[in-house]
């Protein structure tokens, strides 16, 4: 599509590749690279963002318009009864029922009003309206509405009045701050990081040693124990689910516990689980330590345990740190093993399970569940993008050896 | 309030007693192999077997610990879930393969293998492809590594969290209600009736797919993209020089260089699609035809308590990851055969 015919004095200049590839770059190949790839990333990131923006709306714009109109005001339909004769005022020889249409609720602005269900629009704000009850009804732009009659009113069952508000886009914390007080997340927030800080420190030293053993230690089946690593890198997990569950029960009975759902239990079932992933980085990572060094030092009379210490395990860090932001996020993430050996009581769901929690029970109230998604998903994305550099080192150590 | 503090308290003594622990084991043992083996006091043939003795028992206590924990609770759970799933609901009577003979005659069991299968086809392929795109494009413009980041976000995404994401993507409110949810909007903007996306029987497992291959894409690019830079730059100047189009470049010198990486990529994800269970879990819960096997077998485990019948549908997970686990461990083999 580029092969518009070139100046022929340019087919022998040196520059040449450079300057055609240039130009053809400048050209259509280059902008649909640029529309594609931002069509792409728009298509990545506007489901976040649309989670974002909709916990940060008012909860009843949120219900009745999409997040991407969040900037614009939104209609909605309303209903209300204005009073019986009970709330009548005598004022200058008419009688008056007075009040707003809103109630207290004052960010609205009236669209228009109307008598039936099919005509709220009606009436344009201010405008007036004959009742059958008598008299004739006028309403403000702010809602504020007042009822006059001639003759005193003797209606004891308000009618109905139907109106058109316009709600003000406005954007709340509110959401978050009930999200967290009055359905528990705040508990679950804690629950999180009760089971993934310990769940995420514990492994680093027991895999460091296994991995330096298996990196640089000669000894019988030491292949084998590679081999069995690898393997258990990918078991799935269901394997493990209903043996450790029984076990933990036993021992919950043996100690005379109430059942095995304890937050020690859950901390070194995640320890193993990291474990194949964490020799399996570290190992691959000590090996490509430089061998002079270790053997100098071993003929400098050093043991395996002081260069381990002094010397690899310090020199291992960004190993050590890819794996900590893995096991970190896989913890925080997880489901399963939570729900399995932690259980399903409210007062000790992490963040995951609470959200499915919510998502059966409050399913269509959005405002609290892009709140409390955001909430389970903010700290991952905190820990992503402050330590992207050895998270993508530990993908690539990790997979493609 | 209380109880909370107790568990934080608890969590920090945990970690402190955790790190003594190991500090105590491994500097500990190691002492006592120096102290009780030590070759000072003994010469000759006596101290080069003793010199021996402790460079063979070394590597298992620095091993010990990391052994332990892998036997319980990776190794011996395999074997148990494998003799719990010869029994009958309780563990207690042997009963050959009737479960895995029910397991075969099972409605739902089938729809979980047909819909695991669509997965295993659809999820790996599309995060792949896409992932490559994403990784060839970006790295020929100024913002890619801008775009790239953006892409890779949905790795550091819970399933949960991803599903609460696109559920509110596919939202559905009825025929004349305004649509707040992104995919009715712009369906009802064409003028077409809005639809309840996860309801709709074969395509609402795909839009649950849609959300896995939305979270994978990142890890297929950040790989493929690092095998894209191991491409030496002679191969493709030349390839330019003789006028090759970009298309065909990426077609037959980019992918056949790469092979290798995006097998691996494919068969990670792999690995990932056959242990999906969060996103079904949250989304239908295997409603509307959406079961898989994982979430399957966390009904028969959890809800029905039969351990003979969700030990069997666990092996059978087992079974379908085997030959990817097989192969990589021959591929790691070989690694170090020529280490």
């Given at each position: 599509m580029t092969a518009v015919a070139e100046p022929a004095v340019l087919t022998d200049a040196p520059a040449k590749p450079y300057r055609s590839s240039w130009r053809k770059r400048l050209n259509a190949g280059r902008v649909i690279t640029h529309v594609l790839l931002l069509l792409l990333v728009a298509l990545w990131t506007l489901p976040t963002v649309g989670l974002l923006v909709s916990s940060l709306r008012d909860k009843d714009q949120l219900a009745v318009s999409g997040?991407?109109?969040?900037?614009r005001p939104s209609e909605s339909l309303g209903v209300t009864r204005i009073g019986t004769a009970a709330d009548q005022v005598a004022k200058d020889g008419h009688f008056v029922i007075s009040g707003n249409v809103?109630?207290?609720?004052?960010n609205k602005q009236l669209g228009g009003f109307g008598l039936t269900n099919s005509t709220p629009g009606q009436t344009p704000p201010g405008g007036t309206m004959p009742m059958s009850d008598g008299g004739t009804l006028t309403v403000a732009a702010n809602g504020a509405f007042a009822w006059t009659s001639d003759t005193q009113f003797t209606h004891t069952r308000g009618p109905r009045v139907f109106y058109l508000a316009e709600i003000a886009p406005r954007f709340t914390l509110d959401n978050y701050y009930e999200v967290l007080t009055s359905n528990g997340v705040w508990r679950s927030f804690i629950n999180s990081f009760t089971v993934t800080i310990p769940a995420t420190i514990i492994p680093i030293l027991i895999a460091a040693f296994a991995a330096y053993a298996l990196a640089w230690m000669r000894f019988p089946f030491r292949g084998f124990i590679v081999a069995l690593v690898v393997g258990l890198l990918?078991?799935?997990l269901q394997m493990s689910l209903i043996p450790l569950l029984t076990l933990y029960n036993q021992l919950a009975q043996l100690f005379g516990a109430?059942?095995?759902?304890?937050y020690q239990g859950i901390w070194l079932a995640h320890t193993a689980f990291g474990l194949p992933l964490a020799i399996y980085l570290l190992r691959n990572y000590m090996v490509g330590l430089p061998k002079e060094i270790m053997e100098s030092a071993r003929i400098d009379g050093a043991s395996h345990f002081k260069i381990f210490t002094g010397m690899v395990l310090p020199l291992s860090f960004p190993a050590l740190a890819s794996f900590s932001i893995f096991q970190f996020l896989w913890v925080w993430n997880d489901l399963l093993v939570a729900m399995v050996f932690?259980?399903?009581?409210q007062d000790k769901l992490v963040l995951t399970g609470k959200l499915v929690s919510l998502l059966g029970?409050?399913?269509?109230?959005w405002e609290i569940l892009t709140a409390g998604a955001f909430i389970t998903i903010v700290v991952p994305l905190i820990v992503f993008f402050a330590l992207q550099r050895y998270f993508v080192r530990g993908l690539l150590a990790g997979s493609v050896k | 309030m209380g109880d909370v503090l107790q568990q934080i308290t608890g969590a920090i003594v945990a970690i402190v007693v955790a790190l003594a622990a190991c500090v105590a084991y491994f500097w500990g043992s190691n002492w006592m192999l120096d102290r009780f083996l030590?070759?000072?006091?003994v010469t000759g043939d006596a101290e080069t077997r003793r010199d021996h003795l402790r460079d063979s028992i070394r590597p298992w206590l620095f091993l010990l610990p990391a052994l332990l924990f892998l036997s319980v609770y990776l190794v011996y759970p395999v074997f148990e879930t494998l003799r719990l799933s010869v029994l009958d609901k309780t563990g207690s009577n042997f009963v050959g393969f009737a479960n895995y003979a029910w397991a075969l005659s099972d409605n739902n069991f089938q729809r979980s293998i047909l819909n695991n299968i669509m997965w295993l086809i659809v999820v790996p392929s599309l995060a792949t492809a896409f992932g490559l795109v994403i990784a060839v494009l970006a790295d020929?413009?100024?913002w890619g590594n801008i775009a790239k980041s953006l892409v890779f976000?949905?790795?550091?995404?819970s399933f949960v969290g991803a599903s609460v994401i696109w559920r509110f993507v596919y939202d559905y409110r009825g025929e004349g209600d305004v649509q707040i949810g992104l995919l009715n909007a712009i369906v009802t903007g064409f003028g077409l009736p809005p639809q309840a996306?996860?309801?709709?029987?074969v395509w609402n497992s795909l839009f649950l797919m849609i959300i896995l291959v939305w979270i994978q894409t990142g890890f297929a690019m950040v790989i493929l993209s690092a095998a894209l830079r191991g491409i030496p730059e002679e191969t493709l100047e030349a390839a330019r020089i003789d006028g090759a189009s970009d298309v065909r470049i990426f077609f037959d010198i980019m992918i056949p260089q790469i092979i290798g990486t995006i097998v691996v990529v494919w068969t990670t994800i792999t690995i990932v699609v056959l242990k999906v269970f969060d996103i079904i879990f949250a989304m239908t819960n295997g409603q509307w035809d959406t079961e898989v096997l994982a979430n399957f077998m966390f009904k028969w485990m959890?809800?029905?308590?039969d351990y003979g019948r969700g030990s069997a549908v666990a092996v059978v997970i087992m079974l379908a990851v085997l030959p990817i686990m097989i192969w990589n461990i021959r591929r790691a083999n070989a690694e170090q055969g020529t280490r």
């Amino acid at each position: 599509m580029t092969a518009v015919a070139e100046p022929a004095v340019l087919t022998d200049a040196p520059a040449k590749p450079y300057r055609s590839s240039w130009r053809k770059r400048l050209n259509a190949g280059r902008v649909i690279t640029h529309v594609l790839l931002l069509l792409l990333v728009a298509l990545w990131t506007l489901p976040t963002v649309g989670l974002l923006v909709s916990s940060l709306r008012d909860k009843d714009q949120l219900a009745v318009s999409g997040w991407w109109t969040a900037l614009r005001p939104s209609e909605s339909l309303g209903v209300t009864r204005i009073g019986t004769a009970a709330d009548q005022v005598a004022k200058d020889g008419h009688f008056v029922i007075s009040g707003n249409v809103f109630g207290a609720d004052t960010n609205k602005q009236l669209g228009g009003f109307g008598l039936t269900n099919s005509t709220p629009g009606q009436t344009p704000p201010g405008g007036t309206m004959p009742m059958s009850d008598g008299g004739t009804l006028t309403v403000a732009a702010n809602g504020a509405f007042a009822w006059t009659s001639d003759t005193q009113f003797t209606h004891t069952r308000g009618p109905r009045v139907f109106y058109l508000a316009e709600i003000a886009p406005r954007f709340t914390l509110d959401n978050y701050y009930e999200v967290l007080t009055s359905n528990g997340v705040w508990r679950s927030f804690i629950n999180s990081f009760t089971v993934t800080i310990p769940a995420t420190i514990i492994p680093i030293l027991i895999a460091a040693f296994a991995a330096y053993a298996l990196a640089w230690m000669r000894f019988p089946f030491r292949g084998f124990i590679v081999a069995l690593v690898v393997g258990l890198l990918v078991v799935p997990l269901q394997m493990s689910l209903i043996p450790l569950l029984t076990l933990y029960n036993q021992l919950a009975q043996l100690f005379g516990a109430e059942n095995g759902k304890t937050y020690q239990g859950i901390w070194l079932a995640h320890t193993a689980f990291g474990l194949p992933l964490a020799i399996y980085l570290l190992r691959n990572y000590m090996v490509g330590l430089p061998k002079e060094i270790m053997e100098s030092a071993r003929i400098d009379g050093a043991s395996h345990f002081k260069i381990f210490t002094g010397m690899v395990l310090p020199l291992s860090f960004p190993a050590l740190a890819s794996f900590s932001i893995f096991q970190f996020l896989w913890v925080w993430n997880d489901l399963l093993v939570a729900m399995v050996f932690l259980g399903a009581q409210q007062d000790k769901l992490v963040l995951t399970g609470k959200l499915v929690s919510l998502l059966g029970s409050r399913g269509n109230n959005w405002e609290i569940l892009t709140a409390g998604a955001f909430i389970t998903i903010v700290v991952p994305l905190i820990v992503f993008f402050a330590l992207q550099r050895y998270f993508v080192r530990g993908l690539l150590a990790g997979s493609v050896k | 309030m209380g109880d909370v503090l107790q568990q934080i308290t608890g969590a920090i003594v945990a970690i402190v007693v955790a790190l003594a622990a190991c500090v105590a084991y491994f500097w500990g043992s190691n002492w006592m192999l120096d102290r009780f083996l030590s070759s000072r006091k003994v010469t000759g043939d006596a101290e080069t077997r003793r010199d021996h003795l402790r460079d063979s028992i070394r590597p298992w206590l620095f091993l010990l610990p990391a052994l332990l924990f892998l036997s319980v609770y990776l190794v011996y759970p395999v074997f148990e879930t494998l003799r719990l799933s010869v029994l009958d609901k309780t563990g207690s009577n042997f009963v050959g393969f009737a479960n895995y003979a029910w397991a075969l005659s099972d409605n739902n069991f089938q729809r979980s293998i047909l819909n695991n299968i669509m997965w295993l086809i659809v999820v790996p392929s599309l995060a792949t492809a896409f992932g490559l795109v994403i990784a060839v494009l970006a790295d020929r413009l100024w913002w890619g590594n801008i775009a790239k980041s953006l892409v890779f976000m949905p790795m550091a995404i819970s399933f949960v969290g991803a599903s609460v994401i696109w559920r509110f993507v596919y939202d559905y409110r009825g025929e004349g209600d305004v649509q707040i949810g992104l995919l009715n909007a712009i369906v009802t903007g064409f003028g077409l009736p809005p639809q309840a996306w996860i309801t709709i029987p074969v395509w609402n497992s795909l839009f649950l797919m849609i959300i896995l291959v939305w979270i994978q894409t990142g890890f297929a690019m950040v790989i493929l993209s690092a095998a894209l830079r191991g491409i030496p730059e002679e191969t493709l100047e030349a390839a330019r020089i003789d006028g090759a189009s970009d298309v065909r470049i990426f077609f037959d010198i980019m992918i056949p260089q790469i092979i290798g990486t995006i097998v691996v990529v494919w068969t990670t994800i792999t690995i990932v699609v056959l242990k999906v269970f969060d996103i079904i879990f949250a989304m239908t819960n295997g409603q509307w035809d959406t079961e898989v096997l994982a979430n399957f077998m966390f009904k028969w485990m959890f809800v029905n308590f039969d351990y003979g019948r969700g030990s069997a549908v666990a092996v059978v997970i087992m079974l379908a990851v085997l030959p990817i686990m097989i192969w990589n461990i021959r591929r790691a083999n070989a690694e170090q055969g020529t280490r």
